[in-house]
């Protein structure tokens, strides 16, 4: 019981290693990309803590593999930290639905939250900026010469990627807007216009 207890209270003391280090590197670094940020903070503590895990007297009595799965187990909590409170925080539409009611007083009338979307919320988010950023960054998407933004070849693998999950790994039936749909599915099934914004086709390599 007394090592349950041990290895716990050093997977609590990772956890507030990461929220530490996490405070710290985005209020001395500067930061492209909220995700990688999180996921590097984490990596930081996680090495740190390893350092403790093996240096220490308390952890004398842990096997070598004992060891090793506590470090495992203190990888993937820093994971979903990184993933469930910075990065969804940031890009979370769900979370601003929030904020904004509680700035408007708490309430909004339903027919006019497409207005909030697309004259605040895309506003104040800068939200065109921070995912083109990120794309960037990513490497998933270039911008020529022509000011034309283009897929690069990780980004069309990863677009691939997520089209086929959307399609078959998603639910079929999905509770919107009080119905049962499968719009989102395939959203791009209803077809529309060709729209005046393409880029010229790219000429093949040579």
Known sequence: MARFALSLAGVALYAALTVLTYWAYIHLFPVDVVLYAAVWAACLALFVYGALVFALPLARDFSPLEKAQNLVICALLGYTLALTFPTVIDRSLSFYILEKLQQRGGGIQVQHLDKVFQEEYVREHRLMDVRLTEQLQSGTVQIDAANCLRLTPR????????????????????LIAGAYTQDLVDPFAHNTAVPDYLCTPQAPPD
């Not at 980004?155 to 999905?174: N, V, Y």
């Open 155 to 174: 980004g069309d693998r990863l677009a691939r990627f997520s089209r086929f999950f959307r399609a078959h790994l998603l639910p079929p039936r999905r």
